[in-house]
């Protein structure tokens, strides 16, 4: 192989060698501008479905009609709140929720909603465990919500931030209810 042979093969390799850094560069150039518009594609999208969700964008023009009477009327409290409620006089239901009891309350419930005459009426589940400082087997009743202890079930009557009635059999709670309705 003669002088310029040699030297033309050694140019060559060269600019193949620059070209393939070249391209090599571009390529890596190319798949991060990629993963960088995906990422931010899906970070906008996450955006824009929280926006929707949460209906700070309303896309949808229809609204929702359906009213629950139910869980509008009465509202779940906790041991704590027994005694604090905003209203002057209300009652309050001490429950421990199992199925073959929960139809047996909704009616009983369903009915006392319904009416006009009624006061409102506030549930406290036993079964949770943020309210197992209330369970006890049987009724405590006490203006101190240190001391007050509930059994399942239990209706308390509150006025003016103190208890006025206790029931804690069941036709007996049921009966008071009842004669809130029309």
């Not at 850094?21 to 990629?34: F, P, R, V």
């Not at 209706?155 to 069941?170: A, F, M, N, Q, W």
């Amino acid at each position: 192989m003669n002088k310029k042979e040699y030297k033309k093969r050694i140019e060559k390799e060269k600019k193949d060698l620059k070209d393939f850094q070249e391209t090599d560069t571009t390529k890596s150039i190319k798949n991060g501008l990629i993963i960088t518009g995906c990422v931010l594609a899906f970070l906008l999208l996450m955006f824009a479905f929280t926006k929707i969700k949460t209906g700070e964008w309303n896309l949808f023009t229809r609204k929702n009609t359906i009213t629950y009477t139910a869980e509008a009327q009465t509202t779940k409290i906790l041991c704590g709140q027994v005694l604090n409620r905003n209203e002057s006089e209300y009652f309050v239901l001490a429950y421990e929720m199992s199925e073959d009891e929960a139809n047996l309350y909704e009616s009983m419930l369903e009915g006392y909603n319904n009416s006009s005459k009624k006061i409102p009426l506030h549930k406290l589940d036993l079964g949770n465990s943020r309210n197992n400082i209330c369970k006890a087997d049987s009724l405590n009743i006490s203006n101190d919500i240190t001391k007050l202890k509930l059994s399942v079930p239990s209706l308390i009557k509150v006025k003016d931030g103190k208890i006025t009635e206790s029931y804690s059999d069941y036709e007996k709670i049921k009966n008071t209810l009842n004669s809130y309705v029309d």
